[in-house]
């Protein structure tokens, strides 16, 4: 039996750091001043080193969300790893390292249908066979255009937790923050074929404002002059 997935209803306070952050964040801030208070240096040092790692890993910036709702935009930050067009759409994989934003974002504005734990390894998500093997959660969406859309958190080499902060039959907004992962990750996107790729293998993007991908002129008309 799969483990439940972790929900956060707060995906963020006042301070732009992800909630998930602070249980490292404080005790590490605290052993830090016992330590200079006591003289330890070296150990001071690198619990400070430590904290800044870590308010650089839980950090949480806003962003400039574009508008449209033709655009499919990347849900992480990160670079992009594979982008191609495969078994009728296309996929886009995003690789999130340890120094990138690790809270994901709504590629597209709809509705959450379905979300799916799969529990799994942990080897390092720069490879493919992670999309597989990994522990992951897949999300589900029916977008407000009609079209449907997936997109799945894939925990890392050092991931640990993938959290997400919707449920199913929740709305949600271009950008609006859907979860987190935890020290390393991946992102794989799954966009319909009636959509144009924007971006390229090699290329860096930003969760909720780089444009993954763009629907064609003229597609969304013919399918329902078709219907």
């Not at 964040?25 to 330590?35: E, Y």
């Not at 890993?57 to 574009?66: A, K, L, T, V």
């Not at 597989?132 to 969406?141: A, V």
């Not at 144009?196 to 064609?216: D, P």
């Amino acid at each position: 039996m799969s483990k439940q997935l972790p929900i956060s209803g707060q995906p963020r306070g006042k301070l732009p750091f992800a909630p998930e952050g602070w249980p490292f964040i404080i005790p590490t801030a605290v052993l830090m001043l016992i330590a200079f208070a006591l003289c330890w240096t070296a150990v001071a040092v690198f619990l400070l080193l430590l904290l800044v790692f870590m308010l650089n890993f839980f950090r949480d910036p806003e962003r400039n969300i574009p508008t449209g709702s033709d655009l499919f935009v990347s849900p992480a930050d990160g670079k992009v790893i594979c982008a191609e067009e495969v078994d009728g759409h296309i996929r886009v994989d995003i690789f999130m390292n340890v120094f990138n934003v690790h809270v994901n974002r709504a590629p597209m504005a709809g509705r959450i249908s379905h979300m799916q734990y799969f529990p799994g390894h942990f080897i390092n998500a720069s490879f493919d066979t992670a999309s597989e093997e990994n522990e992951r959660n897949r999300f589900e969406m029916e977008c407000e255009d009609g079209c449907k859309i997936a997109f799945t958190q894939i925990a890392g080499l050092l991931a640990r937790r993938i959290v997400a902060y919707s449920e199913v039959g929740d709305r949600v907004e271009t950008g609006q923050r859907i979860g987190m992962i935890r020290f390393g990750s991946r992102v794989n996107c799954e966009i319909p074929a009636d959509y144009q790729l924007n971006v390229r293998v090699g290329e860096k993007v930003s969760a909720g404002s780089t444009i993954l991908a763009r629907r064609i002129a003229g597609e969304s008309g013919e399918q329902d002059a078709e219907a």
